[in-house]
T-cell receptor
Framework: SAVISQKPSRDICQRGTSLTIQCQVDSQVTMMFWYRQQPGQSLTLIATANQGSEATYESGFVIDKFPISRPNLTFSTLTVSNLSPEDSSIYLC???????????????FGSGTRLTVV | KQEVTQIPAALSVPEGENLVLNCSFTDSAIYNLQWFRQDPGKGLTSLLLIQSSQREQTSGRLNASLDKSSGRSTLYIAASQPGDSATYLCAVSGGGSNYKLTFGKGTLLTVNP
């Protein structure tokens, strides 16, 4: 399975600033996924990051607030912009190697970024 | 729309006990089901992956079963240890355009020494 390096592991940010989270994968993958986990909640998909094209955002998430870059098949960044205390969450990236139409591989997750906005 | 439910929401057991976590899903047209473990404030660690054609998977003290037709999966943990204390998440994914993961809310397991 793929190995993901996610940075930073945690950060405390001031209201109104931005935080950029990086994920590096040890193999080439077609799609990378970004999730948010609010305190006490399960994971919610923010967007799917495709190499060479715009990310696809889920309902309730917009590019201005969560811009994503995907410059190559092993790397992606998620920026959380104009931070407010409501953005305090764990943010995770995820990949699933192989063709998405194949069931042989499971999803792998990064170690998460714990964001606290003060 | 796929919905995943996990029961119980929380479970506290003494060390050494065998236990079962339950997961149910509403749409049986899944490609696979995955069980994850999450420690507080951390990312997800994949425990077991069951493909839709399989009935169960085993890894060490863990055994996961899948009954696709009834929309149910169980995670069995044998001889529980304090180090097993974590939140356990169940997630399913479908095929084609439904490849995205749908998560349950998790079961918070506490194993007391």
């Amino acid at each position: 399975s793929a190995v993901i390096s996610q940075k930073p592991s945690r950060d405390i940010c001031q209201r109104g600033t931005s935080l950029t989270i990086q994920c590096q994968v040890d193999s080439q993958v077609t799609m990378m996924f970004w999730y948010r986990q609010q305190p006490g909640q399960s994971l919610t998909l923010i967007a799917t990051a495709n190499q060479g094209s715009e990310a696809t955002y889920e309902s309730g998430f917009v590019i201005d607030k969560f811009p994503i870059s995907r410059p190559n098949l092993t790397f992606s960044t998620l920026t959380v912009s104009n931070l407010s205390p409501e953005d305090s969450s764990i943010y995770l990236c995820s990949v699933r190697p192989g063709r998405l139409t194949r069931a042989n591989y499971g999803y792998t997750f990064g170690s998460g970024t714990r964001l606290t906005v003060v | 729309k796929q919905e995943v439910t996990q029961i119980p929401a929380a479970l506290s057991v003494p060390e050494g006990e065998n236990l079962v976590l339950n997961c149910s899903f509403t749409d049986s047209a899944i490609y696979n089901l995955q069980w994850f473990r999450q420690d507080p404030g951390k990312g997800l660690t994949s425990l077991l992956l069951i493909q839709s054609s399989q009935r169960e998977q085993t890894s060490g003290r863990l055994n996961a079963s899948l009954d696709k037709s009834s929309g149910r999966s169980t995670l069995y943990i044998a001889a529980s240890q304090p180090g097993d204390s974590a939140t356990y998440l169940c997630a399913v994914s479908g095929g084609g355009s439904n490849y995205k993961l749908t998560f349950g809310k998790g079961t918070l397991l506490t194993v007391n020494p």
